[in-house]
């Protein structure tokens, strides 16, 4: 799909949603390490300010068309990746959705069964479609976790059921290919000023959703430890479901701290 003139010169980054919000600022956190990212996203066109904020620093960066939810557009995007590009050194699942936001009775069970094919299936097809090369370089997979996948809030069952699998799935890959080389990290972001934040306050279900904006912390923080984590490795911090809201984290990253 859609490239800059620049080619990597070393590993690359698969992220998914990265149109906008933590993804959009963890793409171009990658390119500040010299991580060229693939954008797999669903529109390409929405992902062009950030491929052209990665073309600025002079990181090669690339537009694939991916949707989680079906395996056989992951297995094309990842296809395309390999054969323009030769190399996936990391993965970062950070597509995701918060609707259906309403009680359990209340929600549409096609809406329900299709938030865990977002939320945790689509992470499951993107790590299956790249594991062989991901186990070829030794690779990172990097989740994209929340406090919800540990604690029940009012109207969010899907969220937080599709959550705590998505947890469960990091521990699993890790325990299965931890021994083969492969880094598996879970982090949760905390409460960002996102798009989803958003639709989490315009409706309005639960205590989320009266957080003020002004209270909400920009994506650079969990986009720079997302960089971070890609970048260094660290073996001792796998396993747990790491959070922004570790200061010791944010400092041993060296990244600054929500406002």
């Known amino acids: 799909m859609k490239t800059n003139a620049v080619l990597p010169v070393g590993r690359v980054a698969l992220v998914t949603g990265a149109a906008r919000g933590i993804g959009a ?9 010299g991580i060229a990212p693939v ?4 529109d390409p066109q929405a992902a062009q300010a950030a491929a052209d ?3 600025a620093l002079g990181v090669a960066c690339r537009i694939e068309v991916c949707d989680v939810a079906d395996y056989a557009s992951v297995q094309r995007c990842v296809a395309s990746v390999l054969k323009a590009w030769g190399r996936i050194d990391i ?3 950070n597509a995701g959705q918060i609707e259906p936001q309403a009680p359990l009775a209340q929600t549409d069970p096609a809406q329900w069964a299709h938030a865990m094919q977002v939320n945790l299936v689509g992470p499951y097809n993107v790590i299956h479609a790249a594991l062989s090369e991901l186990l070829h370089r030794k690779g990172v997979v990097l989740n994209v976790s929340t406090g919800a996948a540990h604690t029940p809030r009012d109207g969010w069952s899907a969220y937080c059921t599709s959550k705590a699998g998505l947890l469960m799935l990091s521990r699993s890959v890790l325990n299965e290919y931890g021994k083969e080389g492969l880094s598996v ?9 996102t798009a989803m934040q958003g639709l989490i306050r315009a409706q ?9 904006q002004e209270k909400l912390a920009p994506p650079s923080v969990s986009a720079g430890l997302l960089a971070w984590l890609a970048d260094t490795m660290p073996k001792d911090l796998m396993g747990s479901d790491l959070s922004v809201n570790d200061a010791g984290l944010l400092a041993r990253a060296g990244v600054a701290g929500a406002m």
Do not use: C, H
């Open 204 to 212: 309005g279900v639960n205590e989320i959703s009266r957080i003020p």
């Open 25 to 33: 600022a963890t793409v171009l956190a990658l390119a500040q390490k």
């Open 39 to 42: 954008l797999a996203v669903r």
């Open 53 to 55: 904020a990665v073309s």
């Open 91 to 93: 993965v970062i699942n």
């Open 185 to 193: 990290y879970s982090l949760q972001p905390g409460l960002v000023d």
